[in-house]
Each structure stands twice: as structure tokens, then as C-alpha cells.
């Protein structure tokens, strides 16, 4: 391998010349052989963004090719670890060089000693193709983890193949032109993994969050956007996320957050119980955690990574969620190496290449069919912090060109208490007519009558809040005073949702429809009441209407709204 010399320093960004590397390939720079990428070459010259500290670095030192571009390591072990944005595990790295992590470290992402439980699945003499399972380990007590023939080679016949306990590098089949294969292979992490092909999004994504699921729903493969300012909630509503939507895997990516906060998550996250299994959530997770005070360039590298890992799961079959907190963040970063660059400013400076570098990212979500048979996913929500919470900013408007769902946080609902803090009004998903038919098969015939309804309400209520901020609500006609009753109801009973409540964190789609058709029944029995001429201060008045609020928080509440149901049956024929 060639070995060049170090030109120039700024930061992250070195310039070196007597290379031979191509684009994206992994080289090391300096003394230290600090973990770096080619991401420019000009004539002699190559461009290299370093993904660790480059203080000390002088022009001069060598600069020394791999060959590779920056991969990563796949194969058993990788769930419950914790990594850096380069796929180095964090535990690792605290034990060689402590709490502060010393520079040109080099760790792998899994463990090569570990010895696994290796149980074939294809026989000798099999025909296996790329991407085909050949055997599987129980990783975890409900994970098994398939081994694939890595899908960048031909396959072939097997010619041996071996069952028992083996480390990620022994071999446990031969192919029939002496292809040898271990548990483990590398892949480049900007290179998407192929698939079969990829399927239409026609399955919700579950999360029990009634003003997703409801109004904003997220297909499995879909693409999400959670944009808000400081403080309302994305970290939160990630964590809610992770732990109830109904994925098998959860690749959680922290770029460029605040230390603190990361610390704060990297002590929760692993003491959160599965609803599912009552097991902690970590035996189903991998967290890549690339804080703001660590090399700006590792924030793309650690998306990139996160991405990648989230494709192999898929691979096997299994759904995916990943999220990451924040773009903003990696958004800062390409700002930061453009101008290093000298490259010609985009909107508020950020590169002119920002949009295709997020496309580049969420295009790689989806349902789809694998190379190893059966159907598998990667749905991907990725938080955006907009300064001082402006959507009109490039990095929320390119986000948007890509996503399909946009959940809006507004900081006005988190200083009313409302949370999740998602606006009804500015929020949207593209994927309802996909999904309209998984729901009337699956919920009720109702589930989208309903909805419409119910946003109908809340948009007419927009509207009249105006005219009350005037002249007063009691300014207004009967039934306009009863439809700003209904949507206070819709607001409160039903949107609202405590993610700390052991009950009301999680609202099935039969309770969540159940609990909105009761509202609206509410509202049906009230129009009524209006033309008879009952005055609109009974109609608000009936016990049963605030019984409804408390019918979320139960478990077995089936019983319970039937009888608050009768009793409002009861109470509205009373009325006079």
C-alpha cells in the first residue's frame, strides 16, 4: 500500500499528496494512524476528512493507505453493544485507554473471541446464493441471528459445513470453489445492501401513540421527521418509540447531541423493560452514541454505520427501527467541512449537496423482500432540531422533500402540559390512503370515517378559537359552542397521552377506537340536544362526559366505557 504525506491541516480536514486511494476509502493519518476517509481528490492531491482529534497533526507525517473504504463489521454480538460513530464499542474503549479516549484507537466492533453456537440450516451439497442463510445463533433469548452468505459474493455448492461452538473468524463452510465463510463479513457502510425487491407500504408501523397511530400514522418502511425546538420532547418521543413499536430490532443513532444528554440516555435506555418479553430492552437494541464535542466527521459516519447495521438485520427478516437525533446535527457537520473546503455556500451556508445527502439516507428505508427469503424492514425517524424552533430552515425543508410523515412538535402545547407535543394542525402523513385498507380489515370499517371526522372538528375549532379570543365564547351560536366542547374533549381525553402512565403509555388500536367513536357519540347525542333546544350549559354538564376521561387510563376498560356509554344514553334522553 502507498504511503503519502500530510500537505495541509484545518481541523477535520487534511490535504495529502503521494496517494493512490480512491474516493471513500479508509486511510490513516499521521504518527497515530488516526481513522480517516478520502472524500476529495484533486490531481495529486487528496482530500481526507478525519474522523478523530487532529491536534498535534503537522504537514509532513504519513498518511498510509488501507485499500478499503470504511466498512463495518457484521456478525454476532453486535446487539446491546454501545458504540462510537465509527463502530468502536464504547466499554472497549474505556478499558484501553479510560474514561477519555485516547486518539488512533483501534477496537473492533464485535467481539473475534467469543465462541457461538453455530446450528446449520443448509446441508452439504446445498446450492446457497448470496444473501441465503446458511445457519443460525442465538444472539439473544428471542433473537436468532442468521448467517448469509455475504451478498457481494457469487454463492456457490457447499462443500463442507460444520455445526458447534465458533469464534467470528473460524470457518463454518466451504463452498465448492474453496470460498471459505465465517459468522462474520464486512460491509461498506455507504453501499446500500441489495434486496429482492422492494414491497409497497401497506403495513402500519404500531407505536400506541394515539396522535400517530390515529391521525399520523407510520407505515413499516416508512420514513418519519420529528422536528421541534429545545424541550419538546423528541428525545422522549424516541424512547417511547423504541420501546413500543412493533419492531424486532432498534438501532437508536445519537449525532452530535449534547454529552449530558447522551449520558443521561445511555443510563436509561439500557434499564428499559420490553413490554413485549419483560426483559430489558437492550437485548434488542444497539445505541451508536457520537456526541457534539467529538470530531464533527464521525457524525456522518456514525448515520451511515447505524444504517448499515439496520440493513443487516433486515436482511434476515426482521423489522427494523432506526432513529436518529438529530440530522441537525450531521447537517452542521457537512456545513463545517464545506466551508474547510472552500466550497460555494448554500442557504444559511450549508453545502449545496445537503438535500442529496439526506435523500442518499432515507431512500434506504423500506419494506422489502431479502436475498434470504421472507420480508423484512427499516423504518427510519429522524429527529430534526431547527434553531429556535423555525421549520422554515434548510435542513426541515430538504428533510421534508424526503419523508412521507411529519410529526411537528410545538413548544406551545409542551407549556401547556400537552404532550406528545405534536401539532394536529401542522403535522401529516402521506401514507393514509396505503394504510386506509389494513385498517378497515384489521380495526373497524369505521377507523377512517372516524378520523376524518375528528380532524374535520379540529380544524373547525382553529378556526372558531379566533372568534372566542375576540368576543368570547359565549358570543357564539349553540352548536359552534358544542363543537369547541368536542374538540376540547378529542385534545384532552384522547391526544393527550402520558408516556410515565403504566397504563395510558400504550393505547391499542381497538381502545384507541374505541375511545375516539365514544366522543364523537358524545357529539352526536349534543348536536341532537341543540335542534330540540336543551341549552348548551346541560349538555356540557352530563356526568357521563367527563367519566370518558378517566375510561384511558384503565386496562380492562371494555366494561367500563359500556357502562359510561349507557349512562349517556340515560342522561341525554333525561335532558329537557
Same mark, same amino acid.
Given at each position: 500500500?502507498?504511503?503519502?504525506? @500530510?500537505?495541509?491541516?484545518?481541523?477535520?480536514?487534511?490535504?495529502?499528496?503521494?496517494?493512490?486511494?480512491?474516493?471513500?476509502?479508509?486511510?490513516?493519518?499521521?504518527?497515530?494512524?488516526?481513522?480517516?476517509?478520502?472524500?476529495? *481528490?484533486?490531481?495529486?492531491?487528496?482530500?481526507?476528512?478525519?474522523?478523530?482529534? =487532529?491536534?498535534?497533526?503537522?504537514?509532513?507525517?504519513?498518511?498510509?493507505?488501507?485499500?478499503?473504504?470504511?466498512?463495518?463489521?457484521?456478525?454476532?454480538?453486535?446487539?446491546?453493544?454501545?458504540?462510537?460513530?465509527?463502530?468502536?464499542?464504547?466499554?472497549?474503549?474505556?478499558?484501553?485507554?479510560?474514561?477519555?479516549?485516547?486518539?488512533?484507537?483501534?477496537?473492533?466492533? @464485535?467481539?473475534?473471541?467469543?465462541?457461538?453456537?453455530?446450528?446449520?440450516?443448509?446441508?452439504?451439497?446445498?446450492?446457497?446464493?448470496?444473501?441465503?442463510?446458511?445457519?443460525?445463533?442465538?444472539?439473544?433469548?428471542?433473537?436468532?441471528?442468521?448467517?448469509?452468505?455475504?451478498?457481494?459474493?457469487?454463492?456457490?455448492?457447499?462443500?463442507? *459445513?460444520?455445526?458447534?461452538?465458533?469464534?467470528?473468524?473460524?470457518?463454518?463452510?466451504?463452498?465448492?470453489?474453496? =470460498?471459505?465463510?465465517?459468522?462474520?463479513?464486512?460491509?461498506?457502510?455507504?453501499?446500500?445492501?441489495?434486496?429482492?425487491?422492494?414491497?409497497?407500504?401497506?403495513?402500519?408501523?404500531?407505536?400506541?401513540?394515539?396522535?400517530?397511530?390515529?391521525?399520523?400514522?407510520?407505515?413499516?418502511?416508512?420514513?418519519?421527521?420529528?422536528?421541534?425546538?429545545?424541550?419538546?420532547?423528541?428525545?422522549?418521543? +424516541?424512547?417511547?418509540?423504541?420501546?413500543?413499536?412493533?419492531?424486532?430490532?432498534?438501532?437508536?443513532?445519537?449525532?452530535?447531541?449534547?454529552?449530558?444528554?447522551?449520558?443521561?440516555?445511555?443510563?436509561?435506555?439500557?434499564?428499559?423493560?420490553?413490554?413485549?418479553?419483560?426483559?430489558?430492552?437492550?437485548?434488542?437494541? *444497539?445505541?451508536?452514541?457520537?456526541?457534539?464535542?467529538?470530531?464533527?466527521?464521525?457524525?456522518?459516519?456514525?448515520?451511515?454505520?447505524?444504517?448499515?447495521?439496520?440493513?443487516?438485520?433486515?436482511?434476515?427478516?426482521?423489522?427494523?427501527?432506526?432513529?436518529?437525533?438529530?440530522?441537525?446535527?450531521?447537517?452542521?457537520?457537512?456545513?463545517?467541512?464545506?466551508?474547510?473546503?472552500?466550497?460555494?455556500?448554500?442557504?444559511?451556508?450549508?453545502?449545496?449537496?445537503?438535500?442529496?445527502?439526506?435523500?442518499?439516507?432515507?431512500?434506504?428505508?423500506?419494506?422489502?423482500?431479502?436475498?434470504?427469503?421472507?420480508?423484512?424492514?427499516? !423504518?427510519?425517524?429522524?429527529?430534526?432540531?431547527?434553531?429556535?424552533?423555525?421549520?422554515?430552515?434548510?435542513?426541515?425543508?430538504?428533510?421534508?422533500?424526503?419523508?412521507?410523515?411529519?410529526?411537528?412538535?410545538?413548544?406551545?402545547?409542551?407549556?401547556?402540559?400537552?404532550?406528545? !407535543?405534536?401539532?394536529?394542525?401542522?403535522?401529516?402523513?402521506?401514507?393514509?390512503?396505503?394504510?386506509?385498507?389494513?385498517?378497515?380489515?384489521?380495526?373497524?370499517?369505521?377507523?377512517?370515517?372516524?378520523?376524518?371526522?375528528?380532524?374535520? @372538528?379540529? +380544524?373547525?375549532?382553529?378556526?372558531?378559537?379566533?372568534?372566542?379570543?375576540?368576543?368570547?365564547?359565549?358570543?357564539?351560536?349553540?352548536? +359552534?359552542?358544542?363543537?369547541?366542547?368536542?374538540?376540547?374533549? *378529542?385534545?384532552?381525553?384522547?391526544?393527550?397521552?402520558?408516556?410515565?402512565?403504566?397504563?395510558?403509555?400504550?393505547?391499542?388500536?381497538?381502545?384507541?377506537?374505541?375511545?375516539?367513536?365514544?366522543?364523537?357519540?358524545?357529539?352526536?347525542?349534543?348536536?341532537?340536544?341543540?335542534?330540540?333546544?336543551?341549552?348548551?350549559?346541560?349538555?356540557?354538564?352530563?356526568?357521563?362526559?367527563?367519566?370518558?376521561?378517566?375510561?384511558?387510563?384503565?386496562?380492562?376498560?371494555?366494561? @367500563?366505557?359500556?357502562?359510561?356509554?349507557? +349512562?349517556?344514553?340515560?342522561?341525554?334522553?333525561?335532558?329537557?
Amino acid at each position: 500500500m502507498e504511503v503519502g504525506k @500530510i500537505s495541509r491541516v484545518a481541523g477535520p480536514l487534511v490535504q495529502a499528496t503521494g496517494l493512490k486511494a480512491s474516493m471513500y476509502d479508509l486511510v490513516l493519518v499521521g504518527e497515530e494512524g488516526l481513522m480517516s476517509e478520502v472524500i476529495g *481528490i484533486s490531481g495529486n492531491k487528496h482530500i481526507i476528512q478525519v474522523y478523530e482529534d =487532529t491536534g498535534g497533526v503537522r504537514p509532513g507525517e504519513p498518511v498510509k493507505e488501507t485499500g478499503a473504504p470504511l466498512v463495518a463489521q457484521l456478525g454476532p454480538g453486535i446487539l446491546t453493544q454501545i458504540y462510537d460513530g465509527i463502530q468502536r464499542p464504547l466499554p472497549m474503549l474505556a478499558a484501553a485507554s479510560g474514561d477519555f479516549i485516547s486518539r488512533g484507537l483501534f477496537v473492533d466492533g @464485535i467481539d473475534h473471541k467469543k465462541k457461538w453456537e453455530f446450528k446449520p440450516t443448509a446441508k452439504k451439497g446445498d446450492l446457497v446464493k448470496p444473501g441465503q442463510s446458511i445457519g443460525e445463533v442465538q444472539e439473544q433469548l428471542l433473537i436468532k441471528h442468521k448467517i448469509m452468505v455475504p451478498p457481494n459474493l457469487k454463492g456457490g455448492v457447499i462443500k463442507e *459445513i460444520y455445526s458447534g461452538n465458533f469464534n467470528v473468524d473460524e470457518v463454518v463452510a466451504v463452498l465448492d470453489d474453496g =470460498t471459505k465463510l465465517t459468522m462474520m463479513h464486512k460491509w461498506p457502510v455507504r453501499r446500500a445492501r441489495p434486496v429482492t425487491k422492494k414491497l409497497a407500504p401497506t403495513i402500519p408501523l404500531r407505536t400506541g401513540q394515539r396522535v400517530i397511530d390515529g391521525f399520523f400514522s407510520l407505515a413499516k418502511g416508512g420514513t418519519a421527521a420529528i422536528p421541534g425546538g429545545f424541550g419538546t420532547g423528541k428525545t422522549v418521543m +424516541q424512547q417511547t418509540l423504541s420501546k413500543w413499536a412493533d419492531v424486532d430490532i432498534v438501532v437508536y443513532v445519537g449525532c452530535g447531541e449534547r454529552g449530558n444528554e447522551m449520558a443521561d440516555l445511555l443510563h436509561e435506555f439500557p434499564e428499559l423493560q420490553d413490554p413485549r418479553t419483560g426483559r430489558p430492552l437492550m437485548e434488542r437494541s *444497539i445505541v451508536y452514541a457520537n456526541t457534539s464535542n467529538m470530531p464533527v466527521a464521525a457524525r456522518e459516519a456514525s448515520v451511515y454505520t447505524g444504517m448499515t447495521t439496520s440493513e443487516y438485520y433486515r436482511d434476515m427478516g426482521y423489522d427494523v427501527l432506526m432513529t436518529a437525533d438529530s440530522t441537525s446535527r450531521w447537517a452542521e457537520a457537512m456545513r463545517e467541512m464545506g466551508s474547510r473546503l472552500e466550497e460555494m455556500p448554500g442557504e444559511e451556508g450549508y453545502p449545496a449537496y445537503l438535500g442529496a445527502r439526506l435523500a442518499d439516507f432515507y431512500e434506504r428505508a423500506g419494506r422489502a423482500e431479502v436475498l434470504n427469503g421472507g420480508q423484512g424492514s427499516v !423504518s427510519i425517524v429522524g429527529a430534526v432540531s431547527p434553531p429556535g424552533g423555525d421549520f422554515t430552515e434548510p435542513v426541515t425543508q430538504n428533510t421534508l422533500r424526503m419523508v412521507k410523515v411529519f410529526w411537528a412538535l410545538d413548544s406551545k402545547l409542551t407549556q401547556r402540559r400537552h404532550f406528545p !407535543s405534536i401539532n394536529w394542525l401542522d403535522s401529516y402523513s402521506l401514507y393514509d390512503l396505503d394504510l386506509e385498507p389494513w385498517f378497515v380489515e384489521n380495526v373497524s370499517p369505521d377507523w377512517n370515517k372516524n378520523k376524518r371526522r375528528a380532524m374535520a @372538528i379540529l +380544524q373547525e375549532n382553529a378556526e372558531l378559537e379566533e372568534i372566542v379570543m375576540l368576543v368570547g365564547s359565549d358570543a357564539l351560536p349553540e352548536d +359552534q359552542q358544542v363543537t369547541l366542547e368536542v374538540a376540547r374533549m *378529542i385534545i384532552n381525553f384522547w391526544l393527550a397521552q402520558s408516556a410515565f402512565h403504566p397504563v395510558d403509555t400504550f393505547s391499542p388500536y381497538k381502545k384507541q377506537f374505541d375511545l375516539l367513536a365514544s366522543i364523537l357519540k358524545y357529539r352526536d347525542y349534543a348536536f341532537e340536544a341543540v335542534q330540540k333546544g336543551i341549552p348548551v350549559a346541560q349538555i356540557t354538564s352530563v356526568p357521563s362526559k367527563d367519566a370518558l376521561a378517566k375510561v384511558r387510563l384503565e386496562a380492562e376498560y371494555e366494561p @367500563i366505557l359500556a357502562k359510561v356509554l349507557a +349512562q349517556m344514553d340515560t342522561e341525554f334522553k333525561a335532558l329537557k
